[in-house]
T-cell receptor, first 114, second 113 residues
Framework: KQEVTQIPAALSVPEGENLVLNCSFT??????LQWFRQDPGKGLTSLLL?????REQTSGRLNASLDKSSGRSTLYIAASQPGDSATYLC?????????????FGTGTKLQVIP | EAQVTQNPRYLITVTGKKLTVTCSQN?????MSWYRQDPGRGLRQIYY???????DKGDVPEGYKVSRKEKRNFPLILESPSPNQTSLYFC????????????FGDGTRLSIL
């Protein structure tokens, strides 16, 4: 069964700092990996999706990398801003359950201090 | 506007009273899925559907039913709700879970007393 871990569970950084969020998965037979942000009391907003054949994806100040062989993905946020404060989740379709089954990490709660 | 719509957004009810949470998407997506989110447990998949009349269990299907009679709708049914089903529920859809990103609804907060 696929297991997805996100470390750290919480992170507090001063504004302007570059930071890295980590996502690890146990079964490398994945089809893609998706990063989301969740604001308090809100739904999930898709940030980036990396296909299993890709190494990285970029959107603005965000860059996500994927290393299937080591079971890891990182989300890099450049020049963090207070508006980046949210919980960041990674999601992985795949593993032995097939691509229809999606496993989420428990998230990293980010606070960017002005 | 492309969106996934869930109703109701909030519901407080009592044990054993059947309820349905509706989910509708306007993007002609084939794949739809239900999740529940609990503190410390993250999001867990309840059921998913690959297309009309095609549904299957996720990781935590006990106590839930779903149906997919139309492509746009994927209701979640709790036939005899219990307090351990108190949670935040999300519906999501995508063109293909294999290659395309999932789009989420705003969530339904259920409290079962």
């Amino acid at each position: 069964k696929q297991e997805v871990t996100q470390i750290p569970a919480a992170l507090s950084v001063p504004e302007g700092e570059n930071l890295v969020l980590n996502c690890s998965f146990t079964d490398s037979a994945i089809y893609n990996l998706q990063w989301f942000r969740q604001d308090p009391g809100k739904g999930l907003t898709s940030l980036l999706l990396i296909q299993s054949s890709q190494r990285e994806q970029t959107s603005g100040r965000l860059n996500a990398s994927l290393d299937k062989s080591s079971g890891r993905s990182t989300l890099y946020i450049a020049a963090s801003q207070p508006g980046d404060s949210a919980t960041y989740l990674c999601a992985v379709p795949g593993g032995s359950g097939g691509y229809q089954k999606v496993t989420f990490g428990t998230g990293t709660k980010l606070q960017v201090i002005p | 506007e492309a969106q996934v719509t869930q109703n109701p957004r909030y519901l407080i009810t009592v044990t054993g009273k059947k309820l349905t949470v509706t989910c509708s998407q306007n993007m002609n997506h084939e794949y739809m899925s239900w999740y529940r989110q609990d503190p410390g447990r993250g999001l867990r998949q309840i059921y998913y559907s690959m297309n009309v009349e095609v549904t299957d269990k996720g990781d935590v299907p006990e106590g839930y039913k779903v149906s997919r009679k139309e492509k746009r709708n994927f209701p979640l049914i709790l036939e005899s709700p219990s307090p351990n089903q108190t949670s935040l529920y999300f519906c999501a859809s995508s063109l293909s879970s294999r290659y395309q990103p999932q789009h989420f609804g705003d969530g339904t907060r259920l409290s079962i007393l």
